[in-house]
């Protein structure tokens, strides 16, 4: 008896792995069960909350634009009494101007005042003649002949034709400045 008792022990505890392996592998089996469930629920929910979602901003959208209209209509209003105010000061006007003798004599649009005669000061009547470089030139005798080998002529001419002509070119700026003229020495050259 001992021998089927140890067996029989050993066949209990067997069967009882196998129930508790069997019991472990249905609530493994469960477990994923309820957690596809659990995926597929949540993906439901997911889709239903878009739906939603897009249900509410088509509504939003349909408000918007049901309350643009209705401000456009609103200033259509607007415009259209401020147009009839418009018209009717318009014809207000008419009937005003219809009663009023508003006939213009030409003889009291043009002027009897006599206008004082022009006076234009003598200085401007006749210009003032600008400085010519011939004659700053004039006075000055080119060395000639045997002049010429003198040492330092020359020179000293060549001198005195350039002073001589930024002599000319002072006064022809004085004289541009007193007349108002522009002062581009290029434009007279």
Not at 31 to 51: G, H, I
Request: aromatic share 4%; charged share 35%; net charge positive.
């Amino acid at each position: 008896m001992a021998r089927r008792g140890a067996a029989g022990i050993v066949m209990a505890i067997a069967r009882d792995v196998a129930r508790h392996q069997r019991q472990a592998e249905a609530a493994q089996r469960r477990a994923l069960r309820d957690a596809e469930q659990r995926a597929k629920a949540m993906e439901r929910e997911a889709t239903r909350l878009q739906r939603e979602r897009t249900r509410t901003l088509k509504e939003v959208a349909r408000e918007e634009k049901a309350r643009y209209v209705q401000e456009r209509e609103q200033e259509a209003a607007d415009l259209n009494e401020d147009i009839g105010l418009r018209l009717k000061a318009l014809d207000g006007i008419l009937l005003h101007t219809l009663s009023v003798n508003d006939a213009i004599a030409f003889d009291s649009l043009r002027i009897h005042e006599q206008v004082p005669p022009l006076v234009i000061r003598l200085d401007i009547q006749r210009p003032v003649e600008g400085p010519k470089e011939s004659s700053y030139l004039a006075s000055l005798v080119a060395p000639s002949g045997w002049r010429k080998l003198v040492p330092g002529v020359t020179t000293k001419y060549e001198q005195a034709v350039a002073a001589a002509r930024s002599a000319y070119e002072a006064d022809l700026r004085d004289w541009e400045i007193r007349r108002g003229a522009p002062q581009d020495p290029a434009c007279y050259a």
